[in-house]
């Protein structure tokens, strides 16, 4: 495609998009379920056909490296979770509407802040094809029109969701061009919708360090990101050791590709010899490279001396650095200069622990005596979410429904003139 063509498809797929963002700031709550029900649907009932279209993504991607895989790999029971995902989306409250806070005013005038759709989101991101039909439905039962943009490894899968969105929207009137698909795996297509900041409202890049930093450089309107997920375990001198081992395994071990997978695992030195041990024996037994201080390799042979660098890598492999610290003050300080502010858990019985490690530590989640894993929309409460974001303005955490939202406020009177 020539650069004139694919700025007028650039152009085009916006100018819809803007268009029916002004339609579905009106559009009724009941016509956004009726889309999210359908295509939950029809996503279930054609998932032979979307296997079919994602085996064709898997045969290509050779290359890949097995977590990428992973990412891309979709199977029975993901279709399943994302028809699930969909139907939780389906039961929230409209968020459109909602009136956040309102008050009348001594010369008569009511002041409403009322929540708003953003408007055009542009959402780029790269594997994961399940991403595609969450991100649509957080995206239109928050009232706004998306731009997708997925990586070419997953073209084949996204395509087939895409197709069963656009006839969800059909049988149900939602706006056509609510839920586009950039359906060429030019890169060139990136640069375009990022200078667009008079037709797209916000853009939000899921995926890569590289991904994110291009976007940040280049888009013309606000992001909403996450650089890295350098997620932290750290086990307090009062862990519980059937929780630390529990929740240490899980972090790290149940999808070690993802970004609120654990990547480093700190731990407080007198139960370095008791509780540390037990969790690096599991660890090392399920595959994961233990990479450690000083102090770790001399308990645990098995671990590779770890560099400064190690300390603050988001590995997205079977590969964990591991720190033995004097104090929990010690861990704070050590997590603090090294995350990448996702998500920290704390291992502890003591409660006085829990409040400063939570009061101290500035990540988007921070868990007591629970899996990283749960920094994740579905799993506290928001249905799905569109990205976790690490930032603190517009939005931060898991991002869902009402983070795809903004307010006005609606005055309403009865003749007032300002004197």
């Known amino acids: 495609m020539s650069e004139t063509k694919l700025r007028e498809y650039c152009l085009a797929v916006a100018g819809r998009a803007e268009a029916a963002a002004y339609e579905m700031a009106c559009v009724s709550g009941a016509v956004k379920n009726a889309w999210l029900h359908e295509a939950a649907n029809l996503i279930e009932s054609r998932t032979d056909y979307i296997l079919a279209e994602n085996r064709k993504d898997i045969e290509a991607a050779s290359e890949l490296a097995p977590a990428e895989i992973d990412r891309l790999l979709l199977n029975h029971k993901r279709i399943n979770d994302i028809v699930i995902a969909i139907k939780e989306i389906e039961m929230f409250p409209d968020p459109v509407g909602g009136i956040i806070e309102s008050v009348v005013r001594p010369n008569g005038l009511e002041v409403q802040k009322v929540r708003v759709p953003l408007g055009v989101i542009f959402f780029i991101y790269e594997s994961r094809p399940n991403v595609t039909p969450d991100a649509a ?142 969790v690096l024996d599991e660890l090392s037994q399920r595959g994961i490279e233990i990479r450690g201080c000083n102090k770790t390799c001399k308990i645990f042979p098995k671990a590779i001396p770890a560099t400064e660098t ?69 799993q506290i409460g928001l249905g799905a979410e569109i990205g976790i974001s690490t930032d603190k303005l517009h939005a931060r955490g898991p991002c869902g429904i009402k983070e795809l939202t903004t307010y006005k406020y609606i005055i309403y009177g009865n003749g007032q003139i300002r004197e």
Do not use: W
């Open 310 to 378: 190690d300390f603050g890598l988001e590995y997205h492999d079977a590969i964990i650095s591991v720190k033995i610290v004097d104090s929990i003050d010690e861990a704070i300080k050590h997590i603090n200069f090294y995350s990448d502010k996702h998500t920290e858990t704390i291992i502890t019985t003591d409660l006085t622990a829990a409040r400063k490690f939570t009061a101290k530590i500035d990540s988007s989640a921070v868990l007591v005596n629970a899996s990283t894993r749960f920094n994740d929309g579905g």
């Open 137 to 278: 439905a957080i995206c239109v039962k928050s009232g706004n029109a998306v731009i997708l943009r997925g990586g070419k490894e997953a073209i084949n899968s996204n395509i087939a969701f895409a197709n069963i969105l656009s006839d969800a929207a059909v049988k149900t009137g939602l706006p056509a061009d609510a839920v586009q698909l950039v359906r060429t795996t030019d890169r060139k297509v990136v640069g375009e919708f990022l200078g667009m900041a008079d037709k797209i409202t916000i853009t939000i890049p899921r995926g890569g360090e590289s991904l994110i930093r291009r976007v940040v450089s280049e888009a013309k309107m606000p992001v909403i990101k996450h650089f890295a997920g350098n997620c932290h375990v750290y086990i307090d001198r009062a862990a519980d050791k059937n929780i630390a081992v529990a929740v240490t395994l899980n972090s790290k071990c149940q999808r070690v590709g993802v970004c609120n997978a654990a990547e480093s695992l700190i731990v407080h030195s007198e139960v370095a010899d008791t509780i540390l041990l037990c």
